[in-house]
Nanobody, 119 residues
Framework: QVQLVESGGGLVQAGGSLRLSCTAS????????MGWYRQAPGKQRELVAA???????NYADSVKGRFTISRDNAKNTVYLQMNSLKPEDTAVYYC?????????????WGQGTLVTVSD
């Protein structure tokens, strides 16, 4: 089992920055692929960024060049640095831990943190 706790959301003006943090407990953090997802009102949850246990990253096209995902395995924490925020970035952001095993996949979610970008 993995428990994920997000922090860092809030209200920011367009063009501003926020940094989200997600701290994990309960298992070996470094073995999981960590990701940030978001869900805007009336829309499906979508992948924002992900980082493997050895630091390979992947970003949604809509955030490339503006958002940076990173992880500190010693602190069991993954970060999402969000710059040049736009109103369309407004959503609840969820932290995710994922690990594919031979016969099953482990998948854990945080409770979410709200990011609101005003124009």
């Amino acid at each position: 089992q993995v428990q994920l706790v997000e922090s860092g959301g809030g209200l920011v003006q367009a063009g501003g920055s926020l940094r989200l943090s997600c701290t994990a407990s309960g298992s070996i953090f470094s073995i999981y692929v960590m990701g940030w997802y978001r869900q805007a009102p009336g829309k499906q949850r979508e992948l924002v960024a992900a980082i493997t246990n050895n630091g390979i990253t992947n970003y949604a096209d809509s955030v490339k060049g503006r958002f940076t995902i990173s992880r500190d395995n010693a602190k069991n924490t993954v970060y999402l640095q969000m710059n040049s925020l736009k109103p369309e970035d407004t959503a609840v952001y969820y932290c995710n831990a994922n690990r594919k095993l031979i016969f099953r996949t482990e998948n854990y979610w945080g409770q979410g943190t709200l990011v609101t970008v005003s124009d």
